[in-house]
């Protein structure tokens, strides 16, 4: 059984940064791809990053040029830079892991507050 575990999450001002983190159980040098969706009260999952094993990354267009998905795979974590928040960048944040044995996992999602 594959498990994701973020954290990271938490209260930040406008314009304030936070990182995410998503530990994996597996070796994430194994997934095909490694992204951080994130859901907002009431609306559908949406795809923020991805990350592919060969290191090619793509972006929601909100949030280009102010987060960064990055992987440590010695530490099998993903990390999400989030960096110039917004308050509409507050949702709920999901780790979600792709691979072509094991199928798709996601974690259990840590709450991301932007609010003065």
């Known amino acids: 059984q594959v498990q994701l575990v973020e954290s990271g999450g938490g209260l930040v001002q406008p314009g304030g940064s936070l990182r995410l983190s998503c530990a994996a159980s597996?070796?994430?040098?194994?997934?095909?791809?490694m992204a951080w969706y994130r859901q907002a009260p009431g609306k559908q999952r949406d795809l923020v990053a991805v990350?592919?094993?060969?290191?090619?990354?793509n972006y929601a267009d909100s949030v280009k040029g102010r987060f960064t998905i990055s992987r440590d795979n010695a530490k099998n974590t993903v990390y999400l830079q989030m960096n110039s928040l917004e308050p509409e960048d507050t949702a709920v944040y999901y780790c979600h892991a792709l691979h072509s044995r094991l199928g798709a996992y996601w974690g259990q999602g840590t709450q991301v507050t932007v609010s003065s």
């Open positions: 597996i070796s994430i040098f194994s997934c095909d791809v």
């Open positions: 990350i592919t094993k060969s290191g090619t990354t």
